[in-house]
C-alpha cells in the first residue's frame, strides 16, 4: 500500500516517512505541484496532507486546495489533513471538502495508527 505524506517542512517528512515506512510505501511532497504530479503518475490509498503547504504565509490552504483537487480526480483515496493551527475552521472545511479524518501537528503514532487502519482497514 502507497501513502502519499505533504508537508512544506523536510523533517516533518521525514519523521513521518520513518515512522510508516516499514508498514507502507511513502511517498512525500513538498509542494502542491509535486504531490499532484506524484498522484497523477502513481496510484496511493491513502494522502496525508498539511492545510499551509507555505508556512511564511498565514493565508496560504493550499492542502485543501489539494484536498479538493484529489477528490475530484480520485475520490477513493483516503485522506488525513493535518494542521499545526489550532482554528476550528480548518477542520470543519477539511471535512467539508471531503476529508476523511483531521489531525492536529503534531501527530502522535498511536493515533495515527488507529486513524490508518480504521481508513483502510490494515491490520497491525
Known sequence: MKVLVVDDIPEYLD???VYLEDRFEV????SLEEAKNILNDTRVDLAIIDIRLKENDPENKEGLELLTWLKEKYPDVKV???SAY???DFAVEALNLGADYFMRKPLEPEELNEVINKLIGVAE
Open 80 to 82: 488525513i489533513v493535518m
Open 27 to 30: 511517498l512525500k511532497a513538498l
Open 15 to 17: 519523521t513521518l516517512e
Open 86 to 88: 489550532r482554528e476550528f
